[in-house]
């Protein structure tokens, strides 16, 4: 079992950054990828980065180099810079690996002038 706890998000305005930060606890050492997804109410919930224990780094097409994602041992990270009005979301990090889909609860980012 892993357990995840999200912090970070809140209001910023247009161009702005956010850090987002999700803890991990439990079995983290068979988690292999860590990830980050948003949804918008009505909306399925889209990808936003992964990060795998080697590095690997994937990002959903909307990102276009404006957020980063990092890990360290129990936790991972998501920078996200040159924030916009549809950047606004509930993001939920998520940690998978062999017999483990963990999600955070989620955390809100508003993006609005």
């Known amino acids: 079992q892993v357990q995840l706890v999200e912090s970070g998000g809140g209001l910023v305005q247009p161009g702005g950054s956010l850090r987002l930060s999700c803890a991990a606890s439990g079995d983290v050492s068979s988690v292999w990828i860590r990830g980050w997804y948003r949804q918008v109410p009505g909306n399925q919930r889209e990808l936003v980065a992964t990060?795998?224990?080697?590095?690997t780094k994937q990002f959903g097409d909307f990102v276009k180099g404006r957020f980063i994602t990092s890990r360290d041992k129990n936790t991972a990270y998501l920078q996200m810079n040159n924030l916009q009005s549809e950047d606004t979301a509930v993001y939920y990090c998520?940690?998978?690996?062999?017999?483990?889909?963990?999600w955070g609860q989620g955390t809100q980012g508003t993006v609005s002038s």
């Open positions: 990060i795998t224990n080697p590095g």
């Open positions: 998520n940690a998978r690996g062999p017999g483990i889909d963990a």
